[in-house]
């Protein structure tokens, strides 16, 4: 979703969601991008931040939580790991971590989207298979920079439990 395409969805329905976006610098209408939207029925939107830590690819808002305090979210798409052997998404891991080093106030509470790695290619993929380690050591050391989880994977260490299926292959993660 580029930054047009998120204003009409926020006009189409302006009475209920606000729509934060990122696209795709330079190829706009791909599927690329990343997006946050608030449902303002639930969630007080005033005064909320956006930031864009990769165009297209890593947004951050600042957005009013309860008692006053404030909730950092942080949205990814980051690169396939495949085509790179890992050191394209390592890269982007690393942006982001430099990125809240420079920024610790910033620092996500909550950090979703499609990482395009997993960190236990035994659990978490089928055909069970290891990203390349480079990229699982950098999301690694952003999650500990940042003091997150995985919370699905603290929750269900075992379980195997896919959100993604691609056809042609039948690969699962």
């Not at 969601?17 to 969630?43: D, Q, W």
């Not at 305090?69 to 690169?79: D, E, F, G």
Request: with cysteine; hydrophobic share 30%; proline share 5%.
């Amino acid at each position: 979703m580029d930054g047009e395409r998120g204003r009409e969805v926020e006009m189409a329905f302006s009475k209920r969601l606000k729509v934060f976006c990122s696209g795709h610098p330079t190829s706009p209408h791909t599927k690329e991008g990343v997006a946050i939207i608030l449902n303002k029925e639930h969630l007080n939107v005033n005064n909320t931040e956006q930031t864009e830590i990769v165009p297209g690819r890593a947004m951050l808002i600042k957005m009013n939580w309860h008692n006053g305090r404030k909730l950092n979210i942080c949205v990814v798409y980051a690169p396939n790991v495949n085509g790179s052997n890992g050191h394209e998404n390592a890269e982007f891991w690393k942006t982001i971590h430099q990125y809240f080093e420079q920024n610790p106030s910033k620092k996500p509470d909550i950090l979703a989207g499609d990482m395009n790695v997993v960190e236990s290619g035994m659990v978490d993929r089928l055909p069970a298979h290891n990203d390349p380690e480079e990229a699982t050591e950098a999301l690694d050391n952003l999650k500990i920079l940042t003091n997150l989880h995985d919370g699905w994977r603290d929750t269900y260490p075992d379980k195997k439990a896919y959100t993604f299926h691609q056809t042609a292959t039948g690969s699962q993660s």
